[in-house]
T-cell receptor
Framework: DSGVTQTPKHLITATGQRVTLRCSPRSGDLSVYWYQQSLDQGLQFLIQYYNGEERAKGNILERFSAQQFPDLHSELNLSSLELGDSALYFC???????????????FGPGTRLTVT | LAKTTQPISMDSYEGQEVNITCSHNNIATNDYITWYQQFPSQGPRFIIQGYKTKVTNEVASLFIPADRKSSTLSLPRVSLSDTAVYYCLVVPGNTGFQKLVFGTGTRLLVSP
């Protein structure tokens, strides 16, 4: 158990719909990352937040948005869903390094999204 | 970001040592090397990171030669539960954030 929680575990929805995925980072971790893993694209970085502010953006579609709230949990909103958005969505968190750089991210169990 | 190349798959038997080599010819001076493990339908799990020479933890060792153009993850005495995908990543050390760029990884199959 990484300490990162994600809900829901599974989500089945129809094309054109909107869904919200939720992530709670490990206690004390200020950084939250979202990744998408699909069979054809592999594991791809979407977006990072640090203490409520967007820090980095990856291959995130304009139909997707995210935010990090004051209590540090994060939500990933996916709208106008297409069949190709079916994937595993992972959230990860990391602590602020205390001595030297650290690339240890703690991944949650993921949300499996199926768009029909 | 430096491109990484690693074998698509490897086979081993229980109790053997497994070495997975990753090539990263264009690694920059400030880049670090990190390895992650992923089981099916689970999130990746950090294994080890290093900058140069050798790093060892309770799970694995990481060997990085002086030119840093490659690295080798060594898993001692693998068991069936080590069957997973192993990702080698090169991460910029001076960007202030930790975006991870995953490649295709090496699929390790451990047999009895």
């Amino acid at each position: 158990d990484s300490g990162v929680t994600q809900t829901p575990k599974h989500l089945i929805t129809a094309t054109g719909q909107r869904v919200t995925l939720r992530c709670s980072p490990r206690s004390g971790d200020l950084s939250v990352y979202w990744y998408q893993q699909s069979l054809d694209q592999g594991l791809q970085f979407l977006i990072q937040y640090y203490n409520g502010e967007e820090r980095a953006k990856g291959n995130i579609l304009e139909r997707f948005s995210a935010q990090q709230f004051p209590d540090l949990h994060s939500e990933l909103n996916l709208s106008s869903l297409e069949l190709g958005d079916s994937a595993l969505y992972f959230c990860a968190s990391s602590p602020k390094p205390t001595s030297g750089p650290s690339y240890e991210q703690y991944f949650g169990p993921g949300t499996r999204l199926t768009v029909t | 970001l430096a491109k990484t190349t690693q074998p698509i798959s490897m086979d081993s038997y229980e109790g053997q040592e497994v070495n997975i080599t990753c090539s990263h010819n264009n690694i920059a001076t400030n880049d670090y090397i990190t390895w992650y493990q992923q089981f099916p339908s689970q999130g990746p799990r950090f294994i080890i990171q290093g900058y140069k020479t050798k790093v060892t933890n309770e799970v694995a060792s990481l060997f990085i030669p002086a030119d840093r153009k490659s690295s080798t993850l060594s898993l001692p005495r693998v068991s069936l539960s080590d069957t997973a995908v192993y990702y080698c990543l090169v991460v910029p050390g001076n960007t202030g954030f930790q975006k991870l760029v995953f490649g295709t990884g090496t699929r390790l199959l451990v047999s009895p």
